[in-house]
């Protein structure tokens, strides 16, 4: 049956683990964030220059990271990183700079080799290590923490000793510095595939959105084969960020390694419907439900269950193809129900899925297999049902979508519910049918009472002449949210029309010394405010990452210019006025 459906050095001396915090294994130009593109020559001198050397940092000292574009221009090359690059590299990379790898040298790399061994065979680091160890094992975490840092500026590239003193922030509750040093351990080189998948989960919890897809390229380009978890996680990143390319990338290369798995095609779907591209997205679970109708020997599909038909709903109403999302339920519920050869139902009324119209119909046309016709599975899930009266209502077809919409009172997990009753109440009451909305309304008035609905309420009571009711309802409702004028204003007219003119003119007088109020609060309003607010906001970031979000950037950005502004307006103001300025 065919379907047609269209639409990061040292010296030593310090007593305190809270004295030292190893930070970065670069040199950061501060300038960097605000350079232009490097040229290929001078990105391989500056990579000469770099070295693994860690700065000293007080506690709350972090290293300042390299700005991350957020240009969907710069998604250039999404290729998954690997060892081949140092900390220095992956950054420059994860800010939009292009890094051209470096082919090792057989003698390069032996004498990298010896320079590692001969690192972890030198006696002093050895006895910081070893010391470590035994203070981390017997809970001591400030010797612990002392000796790690010890070994670190012996040698900067330890993975145990920034891993540990990640754990030790961990167990004093200090997650961002415990992803701040994990992130480090990562960058050493040492790093599993899991290790890094470990710090992007860590990182994106932390919000440092940037540096989580960081550590999932890695991760990715650790893993065997096709790794669906880090994939995944990296495009609902790209897709968080509006990346919707590479997140595009990201699920459709799932999409060809799994084709069968249903929540990337889910995944792909909601891309597409981020950047409006719904026909795309409709068509791609139409080829799915093609190949369910029709399916071919040794093809692997998604199955195409009522989930992905309302996933397919939703879609077409946000196309408004109203009578193509009509047609669609009707075509997969035969099929799925084994009714395909119901083809003589009228498609302007939904009876097949009505007990009793159906028995009405089946005995008026088909008599003799009424009986068997009637033993057929006809229901649908509520949530399709719901999908089908909404279509007949954006159609004007008001009785058979309050058909629909009325067996919400049937089902026993009416709480569960309460969004769709919203939804058929607004939506009869949007369409002027304010009979029809009262009893979807009210049923939320009488169990889950909130503003939005009980205005509507009082709305349709009002508009079918029911005042009493409507003053009732709009009175608890005031009673709730004593200042809400939208809740006064339809009171107000309540009131009217019961003849109670006293209390209304008092409410009218409440909402315009309200409303005067609000123009005066409006013109007492500031720039110099608002840019305070902004500054406090900008402060109170506290959390460590070495890639920071794009955001974060633009922040610091805005707050230099505002404060290099401020500078020159001082330069040409008198001092009297400057000071006055300064103080007020």
């Known amino acids: 049956m065919a379907t047609e459906f269209s639409d990061e050095g040292y010296s030593s001396g310090f007593s305190d683990e809270e004295e030292y915090l190893p930070g970065s294994d670069i040199d950061i130009d501060p300038e960097l964030a605000n350079a232009s593109q490097p040229s290929a020559n001078g990105a391989r001198k500056q990579d000469k220059q770099v070295q693994f050397s860690p700065p000293i940092l007080d506690d709350d000292d972090f290293p300042t990271p390299l700005a991350w574009s957020d240009n969907d221009d710069s998604e250039e090359g999404d290729d998954d990183l690997n060892d081949g690059y140092t900390l220095m ?11 051209r790898k470096k082919p090792i040298s057989a003698k390069g790399f032996k004498r990298r080799a010896m320079r590692t061994s001969n690192k972890s065979n030198d006696p002093e680091l050895r006895d910081h290590l070893s010391k470590a160890n035994e203070a981390f094992v017997r809970g001591d975490l400030s010797t612990a923490w002392k000796h790690y840092t010890e070994v670190i500026s012996l040698d900067s590239k330890n993975f ?9 922030s961990q167990i004093r509750g200090d997650i961002n510095k415990c992803c701040f040093f994990w992130f480090l351990a990562a960058e050493t080189g040492e790093a599993d595939a899991d290790f890094w998948g470990l710090v992007a989960e860590m990182s994106a919890d932390l919000g440092h959105i940037d540096q989580a897809v960081h550590c999932y390229t890695q991760a990715i380009a650790k893993s065997e084969g ?6 995944t996680e990296r495009a609902l990143l790209y897709k968080e960020k509006k990346h919707y390319v590479r997140a595009l990338e990201g699920f459709q290369r799932l999409h060809l390694a799994y084709p069968s798995d249903s929540s990337i ?6 891309v597409y419907a981020e950047q409006k591209r719904f026909s795309d997205a409709v068509n791609l679970y139409m080829r799915i439900l093609e190949s369910n109708l029709h399916p071919q020997k040794n ?3 998604p199955v195409y269950d009522w989930t992905e038909l309302n996933i397919t709903c939703e879609l077409l109403s946000s196309q408004e193809s109203w009578e193509s999302g009509i047609k669609l339920i009707k075509v997969v519920s035969r099929w799925k129900q084994g009714r395909e050869d119901e083809t003589w139902w009228d498609e302007q009324e939904d009876a097949e899925f009505i007990g009793s119209a159906r028995y009405a119909y089946l005995r008026a046309k088909k008599p003799s297999s009424c009986d068997a016709l009637m033993k057929r599975d006809f229901s649908l899930p509520i949530d399709i049902r719901f999908k089908l009266g909404m279509f007949r209502l954006e159609l004007d ?17 009416k709480e569960e519910l309460f969004d769709l009753f919203f939804d058929a109440g607004s939506g009869l009451e949007a369409q002027g049918y304010y009979a029809e909305a009262v009893p979807f309304l009210r049923f939320l008035f009488q ?3 909130n503003i939005e609905s009980d205005i509507l309420l009082g709305k349709c009571l009002l508009e079918i002449e029911n005042f009493q009711e409507a003053k009732s ?13 939208d809740v006064k204003l339809t009171l107000i007219e309540a009131l009217y029309r019961t003849d109670e003119m006293d209390f209304a003119t008092q409410l009218m007088e409440d909402v315009s010394k309200s409303h005067i109020s609000k123009i005066s609060e409006k013109s007492s309003d500031s720039p110099e405010a608002d840019d305070s607010d902004n500054e406090n906001e900008d402060t109170q970031d506290d959390n460590v990452a070495l890639i920071k979000n794009s955001s974060y950037y633009k922040k610091i950005r805005k707050n230099d210019l505002d404060e290099s502004d401020r500078q020159k307006k001082s330069r040409k103001m008198p001092p009297a006025l400057s000071r006055a300025n300064s103080t007020g």
């Open 89 to 99: 590299d992956n950054i420059k990379a994860a800010s939009g700079f292009k890094v």
């Open 160 to 168: 145990n000793a920034y891993k540990t003193l990640g754990e030790i």
């Open 226 to 231: 096709i790794p669906l978890e880090y994939i």
């Open 265 to 270: 095609v889910r995944n792909l779907a909601s």
């Open 299 to 301: 093809r692997e599909y």
């Open 397 to 413: 077809q008001k009785d058979e979508a309050v058909l629909q919409f009325n067996y919400l009172f049937t089902q026993e997990d």
């Open 447 to 449: 169990k889950d009472s």
């Open 473 to 485: 309802v709009l009175m608890h409702t005031l009673k709730s949210d004593p200042t809400n004028v």
